[in-house]
C-alpha cells in the first residue's frame, strides 16, 4: 500500500503526509478532481475502516494560484502521530486532524 499511495500521489501531483498504522492517516491536498480520483483509487485496497474525515475547498484562479496556496510542498511518510499533529499546526491545518 505504501508503494502504491505514493505512485497515485504522484500521479496526480497531490502533497501532504501519510502515517501508517493505527491509527492511519493520509492527508492529501491538490487538484478537487485528482483528490477525490485518489480517494477512489485507494477505497479498494484492503482497509479495516476508511473514512473521509475532513475537506477543505478553496477558489483558485489558475494552477500558479494552487501552488502557492498548497501547505506542503512535497508527499511524506510520517511515522509518529506528534510530528503529523506538529506539521498540522505549523501549517494551519489543526481544525482538519
Known amino acids: 500500500k505504501r508503494n502504491a499511495i505514493r505512485d ?3 500521479c496526480y501531483h497531490l502533497t501532504g503526509r501519510v502515517k501508517i ?6 492527508l492529501i491536498e491538490g ?3 485528482d483528490c477525490l480520483e485518489f480517494i477512489d483509487q485507494i ?9 473521509v474525515r475532513g475537506e477543505q475547498q ?3 484562479a489558475n494552477e500558479a494560484d494552487l501552488e502557492k496556496r498548497r501547505k506542503f510542498d512535497s508527499f ?3 511515522e509518529d502521530m506528534s510530528t503529523l499533529a506538529k506539521q498540522c499546526r505549523d501549517v494551519g491545518l489543526e481544525q482538519l486532524f
Not at 477505497?43 to 473514512?51: A, E, F, K
Open 31 to 33: 487538484k478537487e478532481e
Open 58 to 60: 478553496e477558489q483558485v
Open 21 to 26: 498504522g493505527w491509527p492511519g492517516i493520509i
Open 76 to 78: 511524506h511518510e510520517i
Open 8 to 10: 497515485l500521489t504522484s
Open 43 to 51: 477505497r479498494p485496497m484492503s482497509w479495516q475502516y476508511l473514512v
